[in-house]
């Protein structure tokens, strides 16, 4: 009976959303104030029919309910509690449930906390939002339902993949759905105010903490996914460009731009027409990755699914709100006239060259993707497009990026003088140089890429810094009294250049080792001595290991004992690899335990990496960066509504 009502609920939330979409755009477009107020109940409405269904959902599953046959093939009894509800989502139908709930609750929290906005507007807006949600809620209960019955319930289920059965898959998917999603307001603020033909400073700061909200789910969404590969699937790796990566990349690439270029029309009323292209375009790339990730037209480990009906039916709903809404651009956006006038030198241009850089950096990542595609649907040629492409194409953008996001910073409105910049920059300047001759000392392997890295991170980081100690007036005391936008823009481009040194010096100072190894050998590796103590059978609860003890020493002393494993997993006949890591703060050590070998001894692979852990404490420190933003006040008041204070006058984002 739970489940019949998780299924009526979503078809009620269906029903729900077609009103939404077409009674407030109604009223919006007549000037009818009672039809423009059916979207805030709506919007609520249909968020808790769709939370209704997915809770009836993850109590079949929590319940081991085999007649509903999502359970059935994504479940079994003896799978641990958590890697039951996770399995709600660790699947295509129901993470496309839980796709139509974020959607539906960032409805809901424009329709709760959207008081401020014009009336028309804000009707236009959850209109938009609610055409969306019909889109996907046919999608969902036409192809991919995941309340269907099977006649005869089975005793035990086919259990989940168990690559899939990780703490990762709890966190990872949700906050990148947040973000994919997320950038759903920006898209519908962007095409309610095509519809009216305004855009202005408003509505620039409107737009601006939906998209940062979606901008900062998406940067902690890439990074626990690049820490999960990282540690689960035991190549040591954090990053192997495949196409659902990428498809993650491009929209956080292009928010981040949009992000950008919305303060500038915030500040200067310009870039107006460029700003909406990129709002669509961010929403139109989340769209792509949906796409790319469950129509199984490109091959990926991560694909959900391999159904042509689906990825029809995906294409359908890509090509009419992308190519919908890009079709509404070209009428309007000749009305959309800048305001604001501003020399070579100064910081609209630089906010500029920053899109340019991050759009192109997207494009360039789009090519790759799909050029695959492309090659084998007109010359009937299978192409593997990989990393060597991907970081000769993609890594010149984000040098320039680099190099120019401490001068851009520093650059005041209209115009500039780059001598001024000089000063407040220099003490920056001779810490990067300072960091370059430490690195061209210590570095090995690869001096080049290391000193690339350590110079880009420490350029931007120090500059970040002297941007902060700049709006403080050089002045001690009035740094903690900066809005927390000043504050959070520094983390997150500080965060920025960690991840930049982290990457860089990684790829330049990794050692790799691999062996076979019996009990009680010790091998050397960058200067540790690495112990393989026994291998022996342990079981688990859905599992069977053969869990390696091996212990780290360096000279005299022991560092780590590590427990690597090689999994079994009966239910699906699937081994996997389970990697032990001794995290430090400068360096990993990361070991590996493989198959038995013929002649006796163990498969064993050491890899020794310098500054990993650096790539993913920047990243977060780019999301805390944005949440710091997001707290300030000016998010949360009205636009235009700003009061004179002496901390107001130096703010400038």
């Excluded at 699914?305 to 509404?328: K, Q, S, Y």
Aim: charged share 15%; net charge neutral.
């Amino acid at each position: 009976m739970i489940v019949e009502t998780g299924h009526f609920a979503l078809i009620l939330a269906l029903c729900v959303a077609l009103v939404q979409a077409v009674i407030p755009l109604v009223g919006a477009q007549r000037g009818w104030s009672g039809w423009m107020a059916v979207a805030t109940p709506a919007a609520l409405a249909q968020f808790l029919l769709i939370a209704t269904a997915f809770a009836a959902l993850t109590w079949a599953f929590v319940s081991s309910d085999f007649s509903l046959k999502l359970v059935y093939e994504n479940s079994h009894t003896d799978k641990p509690m958590l890697y039951k509800v996770t399995g709600v989502w660790g699947n295509h139908e129901g993470s496309m449930l839980l796709w139509v709930l974020i959607l539906a609750m960032f409805g809901a929290a424009a329709a709760a906390f959207g008081g401020a906005l014009p009336e028309r507007l804000r009707a236009r807006v959850l209109a938009v939002q609610g055409t969306i949600g019909v889109a996907f809620l046919v999608f969902v209960l036409f192809t991919s339902n995941p309340f269907l019955r099977l006649e005869e319930a089975p005793f035990n289920g086919r259990d989940m993949n168990p690559l899939l059965q990780d703490p990762g898959l709890a966190f990872h998917p949700p906050f990148l759905y947040l973000g994919y999603v997320g950038l759903s307001m920006a898209f519908s603020f962007a095409v309610a105010a095509l519809i009216e033909g305004r855009v202005d400073a408003a509505w620039a700061r409107w737009v601006r903490p939906w998209t940062l909200a979606a901008w900062i789910f998406l940067t902690i969404g890439i990074a626990l996914g690049s820490w999960w590969a990282y540690y689960e699937l035991g190549w040591g790796g954090f990053w192997f460009w495949d196409p659902v990566e990428n498809a993650s990349l491009m929209p956080w690439l292009l928010a981040a731009a949009l992000l950008h270029s919305a303060i500038v029309v915030e500040k200067r009323e310009a870039l107006k027409s460029w700003t909406i292209l990129l709002a669509i375009m961010a929403f139109g790339f989340s769209l792509i990755g949906t796409f790319l990730v469950r129509s199984g037209v490109i091959s990926s480990v991560h694909s959900f699914a391999n159904d042509p009906e689906r990825g029809v039916f995906i294409l359908f709903i890509l090509a009419f709100f992308t190519g919908g809404a890009l079709t509404l651009y070209a009428a309007r956006a000749s009305d959309m006239q800048a305001k604001g006038l501003f020399s070579m030198v100064s910081r609209e241009s630089a906010l500029v060259m920053n899109n340019v850089l991050l759009a192109v950096a997207a494009l360039v990542v789009f090519t790759g993707t799909v050029w695959p595609l492309i090659a084998e649907l007109f010359w009937d040629r299978k192409l593997s497009v990989g990393a060597p492409f991907f970081e000769k194409a993609f890594t010149p953008f984000m040098v320039g990026l680099a190099l120019l996001l401490p001068l851009g910073s520093m650059m005041p409105w209209k115009r500039a003088s780059l001598g001024k910049l000089v000063r407040p920059l220099l003490p920056a300047l001779v810490l990067t140089l300072a960091v370059l001759a430490l690195v061209w000392v210590m570095a090995t392997g690869r001096p080049m890429l290391a000193l690339g890295a350590a110079g880009l991170g420490a350029w931007i980081l120090f500059g970040a810094l002297a941007e902060i100690w700049q709006r403080a007036g050089r002045t001690p005391g009035r740094i903690l009294r900066l809005p927390r936008a000043d504050w959070g823009k520094a983390f997150a481009h500080g965060g920025l250049g960690i991840v930049f040194a982290g990457v860089g010096l990684l790829m330049a100072g990794q050692v790799e080792d691999i062996r076979v190894a019996k009990a009680g050998d010790s091998f050397e590796v960058a200067g540790y001595t690495i112990t393989l103590v026994s291998v022996e059978d342990v079981p688990g609860p859905n599992f069977t290991a053969k869990t390696a003890t091996m212990e780290v020493r360096q000279g005299d002393k022991l560092v780590a004992t590590l427990h690597p494993e090689k999994r079994i997993y009966p239910v699906q006949a699937m081994p996997t690899t389970e990697a032990d890591i001794d995290n430090g703060f400068w360096r990993d050590v990361y070991l590996v335990i493989g198959d038995p070998q013929e002649g006796g001894g163990w498969a064993v692979r050491t890899y020794v990496k310098p500054f990993a852990n650096w790539i993913w404490a920047g990243c977060l420190l780019m999301a805390f960066g944005g949440g710091l933003s997001l707290t300030d006040r000016r998010y949360r008041s009205a636009a235009g509504a700003r009061r004179a204070t002496v901390a107001d006058a130096v703010a400038a984002e």
